[in-house]
């Protein structure tokens, strides 16, 4: 339930982006990067207190507490693939497929990553990783949104 509301969220994410970028390409980036960004870092910090509060709760409510908690988070999560494409399409559009082909290698290597940080150095560790990545990332864009067409090639 929790994975399919994850996934349904960032879905919904991926929609809501295709539309803001028809409006403003400026205001997509802040709403998702600022979203995503406040999101992390509410549910960082609420999770210790959710988990504490509702440990002795039946599992219907936990599984219910889980989904409201996370949804906020693949919804944001969902607007960052669709923002970064579209600039990388304005920037370098022949890189596309590639970026695609990285894109879902890198969610192999950071699925693997974040278990073997979870395990040396426990889950909060893991999840704040994987924050300063988004983080990282927001910043990358910003880079990326000043920086002139790349000049590939042809051939």
Known sequence: MVLSSLLLASGLGSLFMQSALQRSRRFAAAACGFGLLAALV????????????????????????ATAMIAPLGFFMGMAFPLGMQLASEKASRLTAW????????????????????????????????????????????????????????G
């Not at 504490?52 to 507490?65: E, F, G, K, L, M």
């Not at 879902?104 to 974040?114: E, I, L, T």
């Not at 300063?132 to 000049?151: E, M, N, S, T």
Request: aromatic share 14%.
């Open 42 to 65: 509410v549910f960082g910090i609420s999770t210790p207190v959710a988990v504490s509060a509702y440990r002795d709760a039946a599992t219907p409510v936990r599984i219910a507490v």
């Open 99 to 154: 970026l695609w082909a990285i894109n879902g290698a890198m969610s192999v290597f950071a699925s693997v990553g974040g278990v073997a940080i979870a395990l040396a150095y426990g889950i909060s560790a893991s999840y704040w990783a994987g924050a300063i990545c988004y983080a990282g990332a927001f910043i990358a864009y910003g880079f990326a949104v000043r920086a002139p067409a790349a000049g590939l090639p042809v």
